[in-house]
């Protein structure tokens, strides 16, 4: 007998304090990688009232102005409006970057070196990756996350385009969903928090995001008597953004994953290269297993690699398909490590991951995105035919 349970993921939108640090770490790694792609790049943000301070550790042949890559990237947030004090052309900026250590480097260079123990080029760090897929959605995520991350697109997208005025761009959204099984079944709650104009009433900030948001992006086959609608459940949310709450590049990776559906590792995304397997293994989990469960061999399934810094092999590869499998795991796990390599440099290579595409990444969820899949290269399902003759 299938078990009913409910599951709750979040979503954030890029005015969010956390969202804007991702938004500009990555507008400084595409700034690299535009001029120089061989570029290292660990680029931190952090905000606080009408402050960004950039750190971390850059070795480039790039050239350009940081201060106007910080404040291209909050305009194209939206913190333009006077009645904000985070604004995208009066915001301060502390630049504290530095070179990346000749040690890591001579672990991640296609390059002999004394003491390493190949000339391969090797992981920038050691690490655990996840990747995650399932057949809850036509992109192949989990429901609560997918659903959250498109009430919050929405949410820009209406206030982007004008048609709701009073917008502003710090914003929460919030899904739960019923399950039956794995199958999902209704939405049991939908929470929306958007920072706002001063002079909107609540009232209409509820009838109008219940009605041009929620019943438009959520399924009204899963909206019932029962759902419960939370919209700005604290009355008022008028200071937002780094006005209201510090942001720091990378604490937002749940948001960034699979919503607490799928297990995380620990690495952030946001202002690091693809030598960091933080990033670029996180990818290629989620190419693996996608490229499963798009081939039939799984409903469900979750991807672990491991890696040590400076060498080139992961010291561990697992799959689970969670008792979904149409061939033990066992199996597919060989099919995988036959049609997959997952050796740092072959990852850049197989995902075209040296190029300026990470600004398209940061909002909205890494995983799940089809709008592009030139750009977002690890959500398409190019292996699956592969992975079933591997199979068999």
């Not at 005015?15 to 990555?26: A, E, F, L, Q, R």
Request: aromatic share 8%; hydrophobic share 35%; glycine share 8%.
């Amino acid at each position: 007998m299938s078990r009913r349970f409910i599951f709750s993921s979040e979503s954030v939108t890029e005015g969010h304090p956390d969202k804007v640090c991702d938004t500009i770490s990555d507008y400084i790694l595409d700034a690299c990688l535009e001029q120089d792609p061989l570029s290292r790049v660990a680029c931190e943000t952090l905000a606080k009232g009408n402050l960004v301070v950039l750190a971390g550790e850059i070795t480039s042949n790039a050239r350009f102005d940081f201060t106007d890559q910080v404040r291209d990237a909050v305009r194209s947030i939206g913190y333009v409006n006077n009645d904000c004090i985070f604004h995208a052309d009066t915001c301060r900026v502390v630049c504290e970057i530095t070179e990346q250590s000749r040690d890591i480097k001579q672990g991640v260079d296609q390059a002999a070196a004394e003491g390493k123990g190949t000339a391969e080029q090797g992981a920038g760090d050691q690490g655990l990756m996840f990747g995650f897929a399932c057949n809850e959605t036509p992109e192949l995520m989990p429901a609560p996350i997918s659903f959250a991350h498109k009430l919050g697109r929405e949410l820009a997208r209406l206030r982007k385009s004008g048609e709701i005025p009073w917008l502003r761009p710090d914003a929460k959204t919030q899904v739960s969903i019923e399950y039956d099984g794995h199958k999902p079944v209704r939405a049991s709650a939908v929470v929306v928090s958007t920072q706002h104009a001063a002079d909107v009433k609540q009232k209409e900030i509820h009838e109008t995001l219940t009605e041009l948001l929620i019943k438009k992006v959520m399924p009204a086959e899963w909206l019932d008597k029962k759902t419960t609608y939370l919209i700005n459940p604290t009355g008022r949310f008028v200071v937002g953004g780094p006005e209201g709450d510090a942001g720091i590049t990378g604490r937002k990776i749940i948001v960034d994953t699979y919503g607490g559906m799928g297990r995380h590792g620990g690495g952030a995304f946001s202002g690091k290269d693809p030598s960091k397997v933080d990033r670029s293994a996180a990818y290629m989990g989620r190419w693996v297993a996608k490229n499963v469960v798009a081939s039939g061999l799984a409903d469900r399934c979750e991807v672990q690699f491991a890696y040590a810094i400076g060498h080139p092999e992961p010291v561990s590869v697992s799959i689970d398909t969670f008792g979904t499998g149409k061939v033990s795991d066992d199996k597919l796990e060989r099919a995988v490590c036959e049609v997959f390599s997952f050796k740092p440099a072959n990852i850049i290579k197989q995902l075209n991951l040296l190029r300026p595409i990470y600004r398209k990444t940061t909002n909205y969820g890494h995983f799940g995105r089809v709008d592009d899949l030139d750009v977002i290269t690890w959500e398409k399902t190019d292996k699956a035919d592969a992975l079933r003759a591997a199979a068999k």
